[in-house]
């Protein structure tokens, strides 16, 4: 039996008319309804939520074992998304940076008014995307045997999904400028190792005790145990523009926790790469996508990005093969490969227009699903 997964995916809202981001989520009658049925006794079903500012919204879908089914729920999903966002006259961009000059608006909470008293502009500022992938897993302690031996490989899911090339009207640079401006929140970032549960709960509750963060829900990690499921939910990506992408994330994302749970249990030593350099690997991976060169995951020396991502398949292809998700990586990387990914198919259209209403509109068609590079 495959492990379930699921993901959750921020979304921009921006207006129908002009492609620039709206703070409407707060008017939007979110059309949250619950799947009929259950999954996997775990009582969790797909939904849509606001998110920190109100100009962005966020998908949940149900834990599923079968990525056909993972499928449905993502279109299913980003369509509640837009039918939500049209009664107001807007729409929904997968986008993990918004291309135009935007100035964020918060979403009215108690706890969001904390987080902006205590992180001042980089709360002001923060307007971005990601896409989080839930792979289950059996206990805690299984969990942070996964974290300990995934995270080398982290840097290569960011580089395939790549998706913020613009930030507020400019060009970055970057393939992935969210996960830069992600990082200036204080938990952000790869982890050391733990070696066990206990250390990995132990730093958690250090962090919140030192009153830098709110609670556990603000712990920001590349990959973390979640707060409220039974799950390992690695947070590397951007979220993706298409949702085929999306799919190939949360495929590898599966191939990885289940070979690191195998590792885990062979008491196969986690790699020892010094999270300076695993920081260095992110970096790099935000930098140039797949596009470049990325730092191979154990001698961190430059390799052809897609050379880097030829050796994740081959570390993860027995746990694709008995998942049946090997023809899901197959196509989604060989799409990536020729069509580019979120980050290079919107300099595409903006090296063919020159305008940054085209890229969003491109992004718009694209999240609804009419039309694929």
Known sequence: MARTVGVEEEMLLVDVRNGRPRSVSGQLVLRAAMNEQPVAGLGVRGALEGEFQQQMIETHTAPV?????LADEVRHWRSEAISAARQADSTVAALGTSPFPVTPVPVESIRYAWMHERYQIVARQHLTCGLHVHVAVDSDEE???VLDRIRVWLPVLLAL???SPFWNGEVTGFASWRSQSFGRWPSNGPTELFGSAAAYHRMVRDLTMSSVILDEGMVYFDARLSQHYP???IRAADVCLRASDTLLIAALCRGLVETAAREWSRSVEAPA???TLVRFAMWQAAREGVSGRLLDPFT???QRAWD????LVEHIRPALGEAGDVEVVKEGLERVRTRGNGAQLQTRMMERTGQLIDVVAHAVRVTAGHEED
């Not at 074992?65 to 089914?69: P, V």
């Not at 880097?308 to 050796?311: F, G, L, N, P, W």
């Open 65 to 69: 074992e079968s990525l056909d089914d």
């Open 143 to 145: 969990g942070v045997g």
């Open 273 to 275: 790469v010094p999270t």
């Open 308 to 311: 880097v991502i030829d050796r």
């Open 300 to 302: 961190l020396r430059p």
């Open 161 to 163: 999904s790549a998706n």
């Open 231 to 233: 799950t390992v939910e």
